[in-house]
């Protein structure tokens, strides 16, 4: 084991030492004012397509060329890619949990959510690193709706309830579901008992149940990536949604077989799936397209996962 013993250094060290490695900065003091607001090491992940490969080994030199810019503007594509993608995600789970409030309340009631009976039985599963716990979606619900009750005072909506109603003591599904996070409505989608309550809300969306439950869990992930700013535009997805093989009804990738699933390009493609149902005038594409066609001069989209011929797909035309 090799102990870590590199020296922190001020903001002008910084850009003295990724001048010495080759990359060209045009204004210093720029330079550093960029790296006092985006840390060295956050924009080191978008150095890595300019520096130096030496027997499939990355070398902390940059390649012939290489500007500040150019590293900064693959910042700023990934930034507005994650806007781009949480906008769209965020219409997606509104309708997701629309679907899921209005068929269980009209099947079950308007507290289905407190009627263990509609989900399935606890089980025991176990953890890659070979311990076992119990996965149980009925108390794990239960328990984030009792501390988004004790905890959350600023939903006027619960305070009437709580206010108002002495019993049940919860809300019902149509408040208890909107304090829920998307990670709840993917937990709730997969604890569901009875086939019947998933296909309903699957088909909604134009999915089998298995598709659906595997794009929340992806989407889930993928929204969580967005909201605390990771990088995206290269990523190897940890979470790899389920293939669509085709749809009856809407849009959908001519040779889904030949798209790599653990890419940005494979997200892509499911949120524009679902917003085909969601909100079938959505910008989505269009914006997509203008920022790729911005940013061209960095951008290797085979890195994102997408085909050569992806603009003829009839879902992109």
């Known amino acids: 084991m090799v102990r870590y013993n590199k020296p922190p250094l001020n903001y002008s060290e910084q850009v003295k030492l990724l001048e010495s490695r080759g990359l060209i900065i045009g204004n210093k ?32 030199l940059f390649k012939d060329g290489t500007t500040l810019d150019m590293v900064y503007d693959l910042y700023k594509f990934d930034r507005k890619l994650r806007l781009l993608l949480f906008d769209a995600i965020e219409r ?9 409030v ?14 263990r009976s509609i989900f399935r039985e606890p089980r025991q599963c176990r953890r890659r690193n070979g ?17 988004r009750l004790r905890n959350d005072r600023s939903e006027t909506f619960i305070q009437h309830y709580r206010e108002t109603y002495s019993e049940p003591t919860n809300p019902p599904s149509w408040m208890s579901v909107e304090i829920m ?7 709730i989608c997969d604890g569901l008992k ?24 992806a989407l889930n992930f993928i929204r969580n990536l967005c909201a ?47 917003l085909q149902t969601v909100t079938p005038c959505s910008m989505f594409r269009k914006r997509l397209k203008v ?14 996962g997408f085909p050569e011929d992806w603009e003829n797909e009839e879902m992109w035309k």
């Open 29 to 60: 003091k720029k330079a550093e004012r960029l790296l006092a607001n985006i840390s060295y090491y956050r924009l080191s992940a978008y150095m890595l397509p300019y520096k130096v490969c030496m027997n499939g080994f990355i070398q902390d």
């Open 92 to 100: 997606i789970e509104v309708a997701i949990r629309t679907q899921i």
């Open 102 to 115: 209005t068929q269980l309340s009209l099947k079950y009631g308007s507290h289905w959510q407190d009627n």
């Open 131 to 147: 311990t076992t716990f119990t996965d149980d979606v009925f108390s794990d619900i239960q328990e984030h709706i009792q501390d």
């Open 181 to 187: 996070y998307f990670n709840q409505l993917s937990r």
């Open 194 to 217: 009875r086939r019947a309550d998933i296909v309903g809300i699957a088909k909604y969306f134009s999915l089998p149940p298995k598709e659906f439950q595997s794009w929340l869990h």
């Open 228 to 274: 605390h700013h990771a990088r995206l535009w290269n990523r190897d997805m940890n979470i790899v949604p389920e293939k669509l093989e085709f749809s009856r009804t809407l849009t959908w990738i001519s040779n889904p077989d030949t798209v790599r699933r653990n890419k940005v390009y494979y997200t892509l493609c499911m949120v524009n799936y679902f």
């Open 291 to 304: 920022l790729l066609q911005q940013y061209a001069a960095v951008l290797d989209l085979s890195s994102m």
